[in-house]
């Protein structure tokens, strides 16, 4: 038990967004390992009808739940790294690994009701506009990465889901404790389509983001596979590009389908997957449900 005092339940201490960029790496890293990650409030809704209803709970039904949202499957996995012991040979990789290595009980235990990024971002729907675009990116792109995985027969496709759902996670956490930073990197992209993402993110925040994700991985001991697969300069690895291709594919048809880089994204997932372009768009699309 701490000896510190904690303020009381019925006055919670406001949250202070940052609004200025940290000076590197090792300062963001630090400041992010030490937030309390939000969730999305659909999310915590589930977790409490089940709470009330824990014996009819299991990790495959909880795992349903959890999988559909990015931020609460890292806060899982990272907790799940936490409490690995020494004696156990494999990681947990997935959310329902996870929920099976903690058992459901202890599950509930550690995660109490759980802040909401709906209450977070309540009064920036601009912020909570951002947000909801990279995690309707997200599940998009979890799910072309399933889909690829799957047609290689990959017997890592649960890993490679899980890593396409959390690749821009430090994107998520950045638009809710930094949004006034976040909303910046996004207008100036906006404002000019031929800047490359990662020369925005250093100038305005002082890191890339794909750098700031992997120490973060790393700092929780999240499972080597999934750090890996997350990776996109390990891109020559047959699983990385399985992340790669389907977040790249995600982030270009985000709008529309007719982005002038989708083509030479589907020239690469056919070479991946061994499928001639008009397969391959034909699955693609049967993966995105476009008739």
Do not use: Y
């Not at 999988?67 to 990681?91: C, E, F, I, V, W």
Request: hydrophobic share 45%.
């Amino acid at each position: 038990m701490s000896d510190q005092p904690t303020a009381p339940a019925s006055v919670p201490r406001p949250h202070q967004a940052l609004t200025r960029p940290l000076p590197d790496l090792a300062a963001w890293t630090s400041h992010l390992r030490g937030m309390e990650i939000p969730v999305l409030a659909s999310t915590a809704e589930q977790l409490e009808i089940w709470r009330a209803n824990e014996d009819a709970a299991d990790a495959h039904l909880l795992g349903e739940i959890l999988n559909k949202d990015p931020l609460m499957t890292l806060k899982l996995l990272a907790h799940a790294a936490s409490q690995r012991s020494s004696r156990l040979l494999t990681d947990a990789e997935t959310v329902t690994a996870a929920l099976v290595l903690l058992g459901i009980t202890p599950f509930f235990k550690a995660f109490g009701p759980q802040p909401t990024v709906e209450d977070r971002l309540a009064d920036r729907p601009d912020a909570m506009a951002g947000l909801q675009r990279v995690l309707h990116r997200a599940e998009r792109a979890a799910r072309f990465a399933l889909g690829f995985a799957a047609h290689r027969a990959d017997p890592d496709a649960e890993v490679i889901h899980s890593a396409a759902l959390l690749h821009d996670f430090s994107e998520m956490l950045m638009w809710c404790e930094a949004p006034d930073l976040a909303l910046e990197v996004l207008h100036r992209q906006q404002a000019d389509s031929t800047l490359r993402s990662v020369a925005v993110q250093r100038e305005v925040l002082h890191v890339e983001l794909g750098d700031l994700e992997q120490t973060l991985m790393k700092a929780w001991r999240l499972p080597e596979l999934l750090t890996h697969i997350t990776d996109d300069k390990k891109g020559n690895d047959p699983q990385v590009r399985c992340v790669t291709l389907a977040v790249r594919l995600a982030r270009h048809t985000s709008e529309r389908w007719e982005n002038p880089a989708v083509p030479d994204d589907l020239v690469e997932i056919g070479s991946l997957l061994n499928l001639s372009p008009a397969h391959t768009l034909k699955l693609v699309h049967e993966l995105d449900g476009v008739i």
